[in-house]
């Protein structure tokens, strides 16, 4: 009777799934967390501009020009008189859909592209892989702008540009994923009861190849909204009125000394967001893949 | 390992073949040609310029007689620096581009590998954690955003350092600095994970068993293995400082390869941007052979056949 009261007493480990397990581990990171309730913020903020501020991005104040940080306009006004506060608001706009809709275009470029070849194996690996080599030996933010120049500065043409650059990264990724599952025991039980190449690959080989691919893409969408800001800080990147952080930079930039604060909000909004994707994405790594904890 | 670099060296020449090939294609996508102005020359005017740079001919034709030049050593004339060879352009802007990129690369290497190690050695300590933020926070902010930073601080509030330009030493140390930034975050942080592996292995161990002084059991067990991993990472960190400097070319105004491809691009300079992605893509390619040859070296374990 002692034994089984004291068995009774020893708390039972409550059963986790593999995601349910990685989202508590992920819950106890609190810079993963606030990297998350940042991005979350941003982007109710960026959704409900209308409701936030008064102004929009493209309205012009020509008599409130270049004015200073006031209760009117929280962050001032540029060059054109338009309210810095609701340009920053619209950009994250800009700059969330950069970096949610190129990953979607390189999972649906990269994810089928990768399995193929890592399933398929011998020559049409072979072929897939050579083309990948070659991509590699571009240096990527050279072909956005090419692809950029060819395709034009509507936003949707820059996702594509980015989009059809990035996907190689995870077409690797998956590719090795899927050929180090490949040999594994419960594949080939798979295949012993009759399982096609299609089932196994949708089944099994790709749902336990995803956890890298989330931390992947999540380690992606900061560097696609730096390829944009970087590309319209240059002039070539989405066309105005458009309001994106990159141009607002620029714009900023040629009034370096006589207004610093028209460059230090977006330069300091942008980097905000991108410390807040990396430590998402070190929450993640850690959460989903503990055996890489130290 | 000569057959492996002989084969590694003409799969390089046949994949150069190919960037050259996609960027002429996409480059003659691109609506518009290198003699739109603000005012329409006159078609007279077009047609002598055409036929004089060898434009009216076939596109095929174009291609190939740019492959011969380049395979001669000659990339061409430029169409907006009028009368300037590709070459001589180009032999302008790598010195200052292979400077920027050399010298961060170095600034990041003396950074990040002894701050990585420092903090393996001396886990969950107050020199792991502020190397680890600090690495965090340099990984992830971009090279211009932190150039921008500096610059108000130094140059804007400080007066300390100029803000753009080229030629004094004061005027490398912020374009440098925020080259360097990313790389020597990266470094750190493999660094740091793999002493962490490294410390953990049996060998080390048994060096420690075996009674040798702490400092050997560091130099020759730990260091000298767990700077593998950031040799392979070292090699595509050059060629991304120098291919990625472009941003910091155009922010700090130095007259390197990256602000010239942007103004060829703009400028729909043709043989400009072929000139400069030749030269990046030679880079990467020659930085990745590298790479693995090193690698083979210092790893007895690798072998190519």
């Known amino acids: ?294 | 390992m000569l057959r492996f670099i002989v084969r590694r060296t003409l799969w390089l020449f046949l994949v150069l073949f190919v960037v050259l090939l996609i960027t002429f294609v996409l480059m003659h996508l691109v609506p518009g040609g290198p003699w739109d102005r603000e005012k329409a020359l006159a078609p007279k005017v077009v047609e002598a310029l055409n036929k004089r740079y060898g434009l009216d001919k076939p596109l095929w034709e174009q291609f190939v007689n740019y492959i011969w030049g380049v395979l001669h050593g000659d990339l061409g004339v430029s169409y907006s620096y009028s009368d300037r060879t590709i070459t001589s352009i180009l032999a302008h802007g790598i010195p200052k581009t292979a400077t920027l990129g050399i010298l961060a690369f170095i600034f990041a290497l003396i950074v990040g590998v002894p701050s990585g190690v420092a903090a393996a050695l001396k886990q969950n300590s107050a020199i792991d954690y502020s190397s680890v933020l600090f690495a965090t926070i340099f990984a992830s902010v971009p090279g211009f955003v932190l150039g921008i930073l500096l610059m108000m601080i130094f140059s804007v509030v400080l007066h300390w350092l100029p803000t753009t330009g080229w030629g004094t030493f004061q005027q490398l140390l912020m374009p440098v600095f925020c080259l360097a930034a990313l790389p020597a975050a990266q470094f750190a942080r493999i660094t740091r994970a793999s002493t962490l592996e490294v410390i953990r292995q049996d060998y080390v161990r048994t060096a420690r068993s075996k009674g040798l002084p702490e400092s050997t059991i560091r130099v020759r067990h730990i260091f000298r293995n767990s700077l593998i991993p950031v040799i392979t990472v070292a090699g595509p960190e050059l060629a991304n400082l120098i291919t990625g400097s472009f941003i910091i070319e155009n922010l700090f105004a130095i007259p390197g390869v990256g602000r010239l491809f942007v103004q060829g691009i703009f400028a729909r300079d043709y043989t400009l941007i072929m000139g400069g992605i030749l030269f990046y893509a030679i880079v990467i390619a020659i930085l990745n052979l590298l790479v693995d040859i090193l690698y083979a070296a210092i790893d007895p374990r690798i072998r190519y056949e």
């Not at chain 1, 859909?97 to 020559?123: D, E, H, K």
């Not at chain 1, 509507?154 to 994923?177: H, K, T």
């Open chain 1, 1 to 294: 009777m002692a034994i089984v009261s004291k068995a009774q007493t020893v708390p039972v480990r409550p059963h986790h799934s593999l995601w349910g397990d990685a989202f508590i581990r992920l819950r106890r990171n609190y810079f993963a967390m606030g990297g998350l309730a940042f991005i979350l913020i941003l982007a109710l903020m960026a959704i409900f501009a209308p409701l936030i501020t008064p102004y929009t991005f493209a309205e012009q104040h020509l008599d409130q020009i270049l004015e200073s940080p006031s209760w009117q306009h929280p962050m001032g006004t540029d060059q054109l008189g338009r309210d810095t506060f609701a340009r920053l608001l619209y950009g994250a706009r800009t700059s969330l859909m950069v970096g949610i809709f190129t990953q979607f275009i390189v999972l649906c470029i990269g994810l089928p592209i990768g399995a193929i070849s890592g399933y398929a194996g011998g020559r049409t690996d072979n072929y897939i892989m050579r083309f990948v080599d070659v991509m590699y030996a571009f240096p990527d933010i050279l072909l956005i702008i090419l692809l950029r120049s060819v395709l034009g500065g509507s936003i949707y043409m820059i996702f594509l540009a980015i989009g059809l650059v990035a996907w190689v990264n995870i077409a690797r990724l998956v590719r090795g994923q899927i050929m180090s599952l490949k040999s594994r025991d419960f594949v080939s039980a798979a295949k012993t009861m009759g399982g096609t190449g299609n089932y196994i690959t949708w089944r099994h080989l790709l749902p336990n190849s995803l956890g890298p691919v989330i931390v992947s893409v999540t380690f992606n969408i900061p560097r696609a909204i730096f390829t944009e800001a970087a590309l319209s800080y240059i002039g070539i990147g989405v066309k105005p009125p458009t309001p994106s952080w990159g141009a607002m930079i620029q714009d900023g930039f040629n009034l370096i000394f006589s207004k610093p604060y028209m460059l230090l909000f977006p330069a300091i909004a942008l980097a905000l967001l991108m410390l807040a994707f990396t430590f998402l994405g070190d929450g993640l790594r850690d959460a989903l893949d503990p055996r890489l904890r130290h």
